[in-house]
């Protein structure tokens, strides 16, 4: 069973940066496409970005310019690297992956949440103005 692994939630300040991590294990299928979201309190969980096996990559309007999803294939490491983070970013931080259709990142992000399978556990990300 593929277990996805999060870490890199934090408390920062308005214009600060955070990288978060995810790790997967276990993995027996190929993902086309690996994502993370974001759900604040009260609010749908949100696509953020997403990158697809040919690396890819799509974002929300709301985070472009600022993050930046990665992933190194050798480890199965999945990375948001955020930057010029604000206030609206505060929200629970969770990656996905598991994405068992041929589809592009940017198909991807329109679709929201159905074609993930696996998610990981989710980290916090508050930034304080």
């Known amino acids: 069973q593929e277990r996805l692994l999060q870490s890199g939630g934090d408390s920062v300040q308005a214009g600060g940066s955070l990288r978060l991590s995810c790790a997967a294990s276990?993995?027996?299928?190929?993902?086309?496409?690996a994502g993370w979201f974001r759900q604040a309190p009260g609010k749908e969980r949100e696509g953020v970005a997403t990158?697809?096996?040919?690396?890819?990559?799509a974002y929300a309007d709301s985070v472009k310019g600022r993050f930046t999803i990665s992933k190194d294939n050798a480890n199965n490491i999945l990375y948001l690297q955020m930057n010029n983070l604000k206030p609206e970013d505060t929200a629970m931080y969770y990656c996905?992956?598991?994405?068992?259709?041929?589809?592009?990142?940017?198909?991807?992000?329109?679709?929201?949440?159905?074609?993930?399978?696996?998610w990981g556990q989710g980290t916090q990300v508050t930034v304080s103005s």
């Open positions: 996905a992956d598991g994405v068992m259709l041929k589809m592009t990142a940017i198909q991807a992000l329109g679709l929201g949440v159905s074609p993930y399978n696996y």
């Open positions: 276990g993995i027996t299928h190929i993902s086309y496409v």
């Open positions: 990158i697809d096996s040919d690396g890819t990559t």
